[in-house]
């Protein structure tokens, strides 16, 4: 029996909030006994090809907070995605709240520093952040206890946050239907990745859990909303007791196929400093486009 570090039985209150332009769902989650909340994995919008950002997405999170009269204590990062930009800076900007990550971005942060040649000015050391979780780490949103659990594979900075009876699930595991993640990007690995939803999948079979992404396959409306027993029994990639041969089999040639995440190259830049634009010599915002790199 494992132990787990928090009362599992408290059910936050959950509101999702849909991003239709990155499929990405961003989490409101409310202790049921105060009005502290967090934020989980929020969306900064951005017309690439204008090289123009707005705010739209994490205006409504806010607005939201602020209606309801919420306490925000954390902005979550489920990992450094690599198809949307966060809005976590903005965010805390307009309403406080400390921004947290997995203690491994330290990593991400070291490869993609090289990819996209920055200077020394740039700190490797995750101190863009205020919180870096380290496996089993636990923290309090209100009165109700969250912990971190370290999922890597798809990328080396992957946590599941488990608020309660809920998890967030970050990109580990995709609705029943859409199967896992991919775990071809730098630091990625399908074994690691097994492994990892495993540990998912270790959690009591009636824990909520909460996806990053939605694609809607086969032509079925968006969710974000599933269960461990749910995930176990019908995931097409991991369920009925898959093996971690077959997994890796599958996940490798699967991602072979895939073409890169359209805004992968400023969502890297972005993220790995804590939803910060990078800036150029004269301290404009500025992204970069590095060739033939990723």
Not at 246 to 263: G, I, S
């Amino acid at each position: 029996m494992i132990h787990y570090p928090v009362n599992m039985t408290i059910k936050p209150e959950v509101q999702a909030f849909f991003d239709e332009a990155t499929n990405t769902i961003s989490y409101i989650v409310k202790d049921p006994t105060s009005n502290a909340c967090a934020i989980v994995d929020s969306v900064m919008d951005i017309d690439y090809a204008a090289g123009r950002i707005t705010y739209d997405h994490a205006d409504e999170l806010i607005r939201r907070i602020e209606t309801q009269g919420l306490k925000l204590e954390w902005i979550i990062e489920t990992h450094v995605h690599a198809d949307h930009l966060s809005a976590a800076p903005y965010i805390q900007q307009k309403l406080g709240g400390k921004i947290g990550v997995g203690s491994q971005i330290m990593i991400v942060q070291e490869t993609f520093g090289k990819v996209f040649n920055e200077g020394t000015e740039f700190q490797r050391d995750g101190s863009q952040f205020d919180k870096l979780f380290e496996d089993g780490d636990t923290y309090k949103i209100g009165n109700m206890e969250a912990f971190a659990i370290y999922t890597p594979g798809h990328t080396p900075a992957c946590m599941v946050h488990v608020m309660g009876n809920a998890a967030f699930v970050g990109d580990t595991l995709f609705m029943p239907d859409g199967g896992s993640a991919r775990a071809d990007f730098p630091g990625g690995d399908a074994g690691t990745l097994y492994d990892s939803i495993q540990k998912v999948l270790s959690l009591p079979d009636d824990m909520r859990l909460f996806m990053c992404h939605d694609y809607a396959p086969n032509g079925r409306d968006i969710e974000w909303e599933t269960t461990v027993g749910e995930e176990k029994q019908h995931n097409i990639h991991v369920g009925g007791a898959k093996s971690k041969e077959a997994f890796v089999k599958f996940r490798t040639e699967r991602d072979a196929q895939l073409a890169m995440p359209r805004l992968i190259i400023p969502s890297l830049q972005v993220n790995m400093r804590a939803g910060e634009v990078p800036k150029d010599k004269d301290g404009k915002p500025m992204l970069k486009v590095p060739i033939n790199a990723l």
